[in-house]
């Protein structure tokens, strides 16, 4: 319980721990921020780490001048992509080894299968917007390796997510992250952020059970 309440304090207070990370590790905080976000797009056992918040926050407190926010970006924006790229292969290595029992209900490769043709369809835009969807974007390219999702086109879909990605938080904090009535609710703006950023999942959520409910509704007879 108190690794979780500290946990919980450290996403409700951002600002307060990357300042006290900036004042006792200097120039150091660009490289932590580099790992937190390569771990939490990279690393599938790592979904739970602060990423749309952090870019936020990080972006309000360059604004103060104590780290360049041009050298921000683009750090992150490199730790986005190599952290989906580092996925999308540990998925592409792994998964025909994990879809490998054919009477496995849960995982088969009729499964492996159906992932590859929903890549080939939908995978550009999947790993796109899958940024701006906390957990999902772990789990993306992760998928998208396990599907085989052709590489050049993975990568370049990508690139632009990740660049599109961290330009909106970093740059989004650091225009508006020190106007008053943002930085006095800071905290309120972080839980804003969170909600907004589950939104489309559970929006996406709610329209599949009703469409699963009008599916199985038996017609009146007549």
């Given at each position: ?6 946990f919980i304090?450290i996403?409700l207070?951002?600002?307060r721990?990357l300042i006290?990370?900036?004042q006792?590790?200097?120039?150091w905080?660009?490289l ?7 771990c939490e797009?990279g690393?599938?056992i790592t979904?739970?780490?602060?990423g749309d ?5 990080a972006?309000a407190?360059?604004a103060t001048?104590v780290?360049?926010?041009q050298w921000?970006?683009a750090?992150l924006m490199l730790?986005?992509?190599?952290g989906d790229?580092?996925?999308y292969?540990i998925?592409?290595?792994f998964?025909p080894?994990?879809f490998?029992r054919?009477d496995?209900?849960l995982l088969?490769r ?8 929903f890549?080939?369809?939908?995978g ?7 940024r701006f969807l906390?957990?999902?974007r ?16 993975f990568?370049?879909?990508s690139?632009?997510g ?35 950023s589950?939104?489309?999942?559970v929006?996406?959520?709610i329209r599949?059970?009703i469409g699963?409910r009008a599916e ?5 007879q007549?």
């Open positions: 319980m108190e690794l979780l309440a500290t304090d996403i207070h951002l600002d721990h006290w990370l900036v006792n590790y200097g120039t905080i660009y932590i921020l580099f790992l937190i976000i390569f797009t690393l599938v979904p739970f780490l602060p918040s952090l870019l936020f926050v972006g407190i360059a001048g780290m360049d926010v921000l970006a750090l730790a986005a992509f190599s790229n580092t996925n292969w998925g592409r290595y998964g080894r994990i490998t054919l496995s209900r088969n009729a499964y492996l299968e159906k992932t590859r043709g890549y080939e369809r939908h550009g835009k999947t790993v796109i917007f899958a906390p957990i999902v772990t789990f993306a390219p992760f998928v998208a390796g396990i599907g085989r999702m052709v590489y050049p086109r990568m370049a879909y690139a632009f990740s660049v599109f990605w961290i330009s909106f938080f970093v740059f989004g904090g650091f225009f508006f992250g020190n106007v008053p009535v943002v930085k006095n609710n800071l905290t309120l703006f972080i839980f804003g952020i969170i909600a907004i589950f939104l489309p999942g929006s996406h959520f599949r059970r699963n199985n509704k038996p017609e009146k007549t």
